[in-house]
């Protein structure tokens, strides 16, 4: 073994969603990383079996992506997006709608998942006001559902967590859907489970309670992701479109996790051949080489929004149509990554590595049947999840063993609750797979 680094001094750092104290006592910090693995301190290697975060996709430190950002950080370093602009944000936009499903020709570049589901809701509010149906301020999120940490995101989001302490600054007037999680009808079900279509019909009744004239739109995962990896039961996302549909509200289809290749396809949408109005991504748009996140936007929209007519009335094509951005919006550093990133999909086939390779991941997964406490497994695309039975009165801890276990044991795999995530990076081989899930397996027996 390598002698470690010096360690810093641990407390300065707030870290985010962790245990700070004890993480503190038994820390954990990566040095470098390359293709499927991690190095950590002491010179060990660690599988990454949930692409750092549900977002390298390509890999880590893919040459072609850190290529083309030291290439640019050399040659433009910045660049405001208000009023100027640089070619790589207006090519970065073109490929990605060129890359979505249906009407979605426009995109509005953010930062992060969470700023790209703040923004999503605002232009459905913009929208909704310049046709003239300003009241339409609810949205409808869903139970279990992740949508980031900005107040718009924990309003319409369904983690309890991360909701309780902040109750009293959410978003007005939103409500939620039922989640589809159903351990009793589909428990170890392989990709769509078959039971639950008709929970989309709570939609119907939201819209009777609140009426339709105040919903301005549904914010949903296709697939729930931090909340454990739930694919939409067969038939459900077709029915909340046509409710949407019904009563013109704007369908929201948060793919932050679920975009750039997941589910083997693009996104989710095409996955599942279920149109959005408006889509949320972030994550693996640059790999999660650099920051970045985007809003794609209808085309319909767009002209609303942007359109003759949107601005005040005296000149209005230079009046500003829509009073929101960010210092960082389409910065050079992230679209540089961005389009690097698309050419390595694009190239490299990993969208289709992915469909290819969902069945093995399946199979792989589903051999985990009857380990110590596994009451579930779910997959779709490389998204899986093995749910746990939870020690009794210690909720999170038998995972967070597993994770621990399976870390030591050169693994690196995430835990939600008792639910133990795989999303691997798309260029992962069988044989990786078979590694993951025998140190889960592993895992499972020595914490049983
Ligand atoms: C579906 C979904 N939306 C939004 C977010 C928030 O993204 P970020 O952490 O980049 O703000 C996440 C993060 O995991 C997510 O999974």
């Known amino acids: 073994m390598a002698v470690p680094t010096p360690l810093p001094d641990l407390q300065p750092y707030w870290m985010p969603f962790t245990a700070n104290r004890y993480f503190k006592q038994h820390p954990l910090l990566l040095e470098s990383a390359a293709g499927m693995y991690y190095s950590t301190r002491d010179g060990r290697k660690i599988l990454d079996g949930i692409a750092g975060l549900w977002c390298v996709n390509a890999g880590h430190c893919h040459p072609r992506i850190v290529a083309a950002v030291r290439e640019q950080v050399g040659r433009l370093d910045y660049a405001t997006a208000f009023n100027l602009g640089h070619a790589g944000a207006f090519e970065l936009a073109d490929q990605v709608v060129k890359l979505a499903p249906g009407n979605l ?5 953010v930062n992060s998942g969470s700023e790209a589901v703040d923004t999503a809701l605002k232009i459905a509010l913009a929208y909704h006001r310049v046709r003239g149906e300003g009241q339409r301020f609810r949205f409808i999120g869903r139970e279990r559902g992740y949508h980031g940490v900005g107040f718009g995101g924990i309003s319409v989001g369904g983690m309890v967590a991360n909701r309780k302490v902040f109750a009293s600054a959410m978003l007005p007037g939103v409500d939620h859907l039922p989640h589809t999680h159903d351990l009793a009808r589909n428990a170890f079900s392989r ?26 739109g549904v914010i949903i995962e296709p697939v729930s992701g931090s909340a454990g990896v739930l694919p939409p039961p067969k038939g459900y996302l077709e029915r909340i479109r046509a409710i949407c549909d019904r009563h013109n509200l704007l369908l929201i289809f948060d793919e932050v996790i679920t975009g750039f290749g997941r589910t083997g396809s693009a996104f989710a949408s095409r996955t599942f051949n279920v149109q959005p109005d408006l889509m949320t991504v972030a994550k693996g748009i640059t790999s999660g080489v650099v920051p970045m996140g985007a809003v794609l936007v209808d085309r319909r929209i767009y002209e609303a929004c942007v359109g003759a007519g949107a601005g005040p009335t005296a000149q209005p094509e230079q009046a500003i149509e829509f009073f929101h951005g960010y210092t960082y919006s389409g910065h050079p550093l992230a679209c540089a990554a961005g389009l690097a990133t698309l050419a390595v999909y694009r190239e490299e086939g990993l969208f289709e590595r992915a ?32 749910e746990l039975e939870s020690r009794k009165d210690q909720p999170t801890l038998r995972a967070l063993d597993v994770f621990r276990h399976c870390f030591a044991s050169g693994v690196l795999v995430r835990t939600t609750g008792d639910t133990i995530a795989l999303t691997p990076p798309l260029i992962i081989e069988e044989a990786q797979i078979g590694q993951i899930v025998d140190s889960l397996r592993k895992a499972l027996k020595a914490t049983a």
């Open 191 to 216: 990709g769509q489970p078959a039971h639950g279509a008709e929970l989309a019909d709570a939609l119907e009744r939201l819209v009777a309670l609140h009426d339709p004239s105040t919903i301005a």
């Open 355 to 386: 469909a290819a390779l969902a069945p093995a991941f399946a199979d792989a997964l589903h051999s985990l049947k009857g380990a110590p406490h596994v009451i579930d497994i779910r997959n779709i695309g490389l998204m899986g999840a093995v």
């Open 105 to 109: 020709g426009h995109a509005f570049f």
